[in-house]
Structures are given as structure tokens and as C-alpha cells.
């Protein structure tokens, strides 16, 4: 089993930013890919962003260019840095951990931006 925490949901103002944290414990022996995920309300949830443990990155098109995910190997820790925050980026956000062919979710972050 893995247990993931999610930290750093907070209300913003459009155009701020903020930084998300997701610790993993348990058996986090060969966990690969770590990732970021969003549900609003009313919507289906999404990806939001993805990394590998050799680093590879992949985002959704609404984020490109103003989020970026980055992955602490050595503290289990994978983080979401959203810069530029618009109101559509409103949702609870999880996080998620793949290992031998089963995911992991953390309890959700709610990020909350107002216009």
C-alpha cells in the first residue's frame, strides 16, 4: 500500500500562484510515475500533470506554460507549481501514485482562485 498527502490548497487571486505537495509513504518502493490530477465541481476528473522517475513530464493544454511538476526521489515527494492561476483552474486537486500496476490517490487539495 501507498498513502499519499496532499498539502498546499489554499484560496488565491487570479493571477497568483501556488505550490503543491504530495507526500508519499508506505510501500514506495518502486513507485514509477507520479502525477497531479483535478475534479471541479460538476466535471469529470482530469489530468493535470504527470512525471516518470527519470523525470519525464507531460501537462495538460490548459496548463502548459504556467504549471510545472517536479518530483523529490530522495523525500517521496512530487510538487505542482501553478503560476498564473485563473479561475478555471478552481477544483480539488489529488494526487497520484502508480506502482506495479496499481494507482494510488491521495484525499484531494482544494485550490479555490477568484476573480
Known amino acids: 500500500q501507498v498513502q499519499l498527502v496532499e498539502s498546499g490548497g489554499d484560496l488565491v487571486q487570479a493571477g497568483g500562484s501556488l505550490r503543491l505537495s504530495c507526500a508519499a509513504s508506505g510501500s514506495i518502493f518502486r513507485i514509477n510515475a507520479m502525477g497531479w490530477y483535478r475534479q471541479a465541481p460538476g466535471k469529470q476528473r482530469e489530468l493535470v500533470a504527470h512525471?516518470?522517475?527519470?523525470?519525464?513530464?507531460n501537462y495538460a493544454d490548459s496548463v502548459k506554460g504556467r504549471f510545472t511538476i517536479s518530483r523529490d526521489n530522495a523525500k517521496n515527494t512530487v510538487y505542482l507549481q501553478m503560476n498564473s492561476l485563473k479561475p478555471e483552474d478552481t477544483a480539488v486537486y489529488y494526487c497520484l501514485a502508480s506502482r506495479l500496476g496499481h494507482d494510488y490517490w491521495g484525499q484531494g487539495t482544494q485550490v479555490t482562485v477568484s476573480s
Open positions: 512525471i516518470t522517475t527519470g523525470g519525464s513530464t
